[in-house]
């Protein structure tokens, strides 16, 4: 892949997820019953990073798992011979709760579906939302995300590579070409 742009600084994601922080607040009438589940891998991170805020924000402490979606995925032979399983961390009820899935960036929205039914797996939550860092457009399912950080169209030959200081050192959000 070949760098070609950086679209967002790592005090421009910060704003972002401040922003989302607040909508999830406002949306949701507080924080009572919520939980975020972070999509492996940057998911998590960046649930933990809005749990963060709203505690700030809200003074609410807010339960936060981490979901692998590999084996719900309808791709899963196509993607790799040797799919790496990592396993689910929730560690709390979801049944009756509003779940905000987070994840980095929405593409075709199969990686939504998929947590969609991981996160059905677990129990039924009162209302399941997303939240998402960038959403790239060219969605192949009708899942559009509740909260998004950043519209950031796209052509199919680019790649949008979120970088997260928890996971790769940096801080930022940039397109390349493939």
Known sequence: MKFKVRVMSGDDIERALIRISHQIIEKNHGA???????????????????????KTIA?????????????????????AEDSVVSGSNVPFSVV????????DVIFTGRTAR???????????PARIQLAVLVDRGHTE??????YVGK??????????????SEQDGETNV???EK
Do not use: F, W
Request: hydrophobic share 45%.
């Open 32 to 54: 009572d019953g919520l939980c975020l589940i972070g999509i492996k891998t940057r998911g998590v991170p960046l649930a933990r990073r809005i749990a963060d805020n709203i």
């Open 174 to 176: 940039s397109i390349h």
């Open 141 to 146: 399912l009708p899942i559009k995300a509740t």
């Open 96 to 103: 009756g709760k509003t779940v905000v899935l987070v994840d």
């Open 151 to 164: 519209n950031i169209p796209s052509s199919m030959n680019e790649v949008i590579v979120v970088h997260l």
């Open 59 to 79: 003074g609410a402490d807010i339960e936060v798992g981490e979901l692998d979606i590999t084996l719900y995925r309808d791709d899963l032979t196509t993607i």
């Open 114 to 124: 998929a947590a969609l039914d991981a996160v059905m797996k677990l129990g039924r």
